[in-house]
Structures are given as structure tokens and as C-alpha cells.
């Protein structure tokens, strides 16, 4: 447990230019532990409802879960006027700065490799435990790079642990729309398949750098059906244009590549759940993508 005097001076008393955004639940700092260590300082607005849940979740699913591809938690502080985490900090922030910001511009290998590592938490997450843990809120800016790109995920405050034997529960907290599987979705369960759902809208954001939630689907048109539509003549058409330019003289490799990642992210958002992939799957087959991307980088 750390004190609340200890987060005042290292956030140099919640100062402006150590704000790094405002989420569901309150507000991120950037701050200077007093063993040089940086860190991130998470404070919850306590007016905002769930948020005390969003607290005990945070501080308690992290807990069970040790794996190198989530973001950690280093202490936490609770007091009548505060409740705060301390989490790892991530020097290259998030997954949807970097698909949004025209400073940024994510290559392939890049892309290729930020999936894959999520992947690896997901598969952590529904089958390291004796409780599989759902996350529920799976998204680009949930999804934090470090200083060697490598992909952590993190935010948990909506996270649910499943009872052994159990596959799924019921939650009023549904996560965030154009993320969520219609079939589990509005209905409150929470499964494994749902966070599976999450990931494969995620990796076809992630390569087209469209949101789910873009004007362009605001009609029955998804972003799901319009990767499927494009399958698989016209994929190098809706791909993001940062990835053609990188491309050069390897188009038609990159093109099959991207082609396979595609089909993987529609088999994980299917719509009947039956039919979702399970994430021990899905990295089987992006194993052998990336094996193969890294075979036609060496040359």
C-alpha cells in the first residue's frame, strides 16, 4: 500500500502536465515514485457509479494473474478521500494512439506482433487459472506498449473471474459499444467467447484502422461485414494505407499475409458463439503468420 502523501509528490500534486488521460472511471497520471521509479497513477472519481467495484476489481484480478503481456500493478491506496493504482508505465502508450495519431505509423511486423502478444494474454487469462478470467473490455485503448512495442494489457476494472466450472455469468457492466458479441453482449453474460469477440473486432481495427464505432457503420453495415465483404479480392483496399506504403516490392506476400490475419480476426467475431474461435486456436494459426512474416523479412 502506498500513501497518498507519496502519490502527491509524485504526481507533483495531480499537476496538469502529469495528466495522461481521463477514463470511464477517473483520471491517469504519470508520476516519479521516490526510488526514481515511473509509474502510472490511476485515481477514481468516487462520484462516478461502479467505481469502488471498478477499484476492488482492479486491485484484486491483477493479483491472480502473472504474465509478462499485462500491464502490472506495483501498489495501490485506499482512503476515505482516495482510491488510486499504481501501475506499470508504459513509455509508448496505447494501442489507439498509435493507430490514430498521424505522428505515429505501425508497420506490419508491428501490428503482427501486438496482436499476437494479446493473444498470449487472452490465452493466459481463459486458461492459466484454475478461474478463467474475462476481461470484458478488450480494445485498442486498453492495450499499452512498451518501450520495445511490445503489447500489455490492462485495465481490468470490469473484469470478471468465473467460478470453476462454470463458463459464463451475468454483469449490468457491458463493456464498450462496437466491441461487444451480440449474442452475449446485451444480455449481460460474460464468457470467454465475448472477450474472444473483442479481440477479432480489435485485430480488424487494428489492420484497417477503422473504429467499429466509425460514421461508416452507423447503418446495418459493420465493420465486421465490411472485411467480410472484401474478402478476398479487394482486402488491399481497405487495409490502413500506412501498411501499403511499407510494403515496397513484397506486395503479394504482404498481401497473403494480411489476407490470413483477416480471415483469423472474422472467425473470432463470428456471430453465433459456437462458432468464435478459442484463443488457443487463434494463436496456433497467427504463430505460423508470423512465423512466415519473419521468414520473408530475413529475406
Keep these: 500500500m502506498i500513501s497518498h502523501q ?5 504526481t507533483n500534486y495531480f499537476y496538469e502536465s502529469n495528466l495522461l ?4 472511471f477517473g483520471s491517469v497520471y504519470k508520476g516519479i515514485l521516490s526510488n526514481r521509479a515511473i509509474v502510472v497513477v490511476k485515481i477514481l472519481n468516487l462520484q462516478i457509479e461502479g467505481a469502488f467495484k471498478s477499484f476492488d476489481v482492479e486491485c ?4 491472480t494473474i502473472r504474465h509478462q503481456n499485462r500491464v502490472k500493478v506495483i501498489s495501490s491506496c485506499s482512503n476515505l478521500e482516495l482510491r488510486a493504482l499504481v501501475l506499470q508505465y508504459m513509455s509508448n502508450g496505447s494501442l489507439e494512439k498509435w493507430l490514430y495519431s498521424h505522428n505515429y505509423c505501425l508497420d ?17 487469462l481463459h486458461h492459466g487459472q484454475s478461474e478463467p478470467v474475462v476481461h470484458c473490455d478488450l480494445k485498442p485503448s486498453n492495450v499499452f506498449l512498451d518501450e520495445e512495442m511490445v503489447a500489455h494489457v490492462g485495465d481490468f476494472g470490469i473484469a470478471k473471474i468465473l467460478a470453476q466450472n462454470k463458463t459464463q455469468t451475468i454483469t449490468n457492466t457491458i463493456g464498450t459499444l462496437g466491441y461487444i458479441a ?6 449481460g453474460r460474460v464468457t470467454t467467447k465475448g472477450d474472444v469477440y473483442r479481440y477479432g473486432i480489435m485485430l480488424l481495427e487494428t489492420f484497417t484502422r477503422k473504429k467499429p464505432t466509425d460514421e461508416m457503420f452507423a447503418g446495418e453495415l459493420s465493420l465486421r461485414q465490411w472485411v467480410g465483404a472484401s474478402l478476398p479480392n479487394e482486402i488491399m483496399k481497405i487495409v490502413d494505407s500506412g501498411l501499403l506504403a511499407s510494403a515496397g516490392e513484397e506486395m ?3 498481401q497473403n499475409i494480411i489476407l490470413s490475419i483477416m480471415e483469423i480476426g472474422l472467425e473470432c467475431c463470428r456471430e453465433l458463439p459456437v462458432e468464435i474461435s478459442d484463443i488457443k486456436e487463434v494463436i496456433v494459426k497467427l504463430n505460423k503468420i508470423r512465423t512466415r512474416l519473419l521468414r520473408n523479412q530475413a529475406g
Design 21 to 24: 488521460g481521463v477514463g470511464g
Design 60 to 63: 484484486h484480478v491483477p493479483r
Design 108 to 124: 506490419l511486423l508491428q501490428r503482427m506482433n501486438i496482436i499476437f502478444y494479446v493473444a498470449l494474454a487472452l490465452e493466459y
Design 6 to 10: 507519496e502519490l502527491c509528490r509524485a
Design 182 to 187: 451480440p449474442e452475449y453482449g446485451y444480455e
Design 252 to 254: 503479394i506476400a504482404t
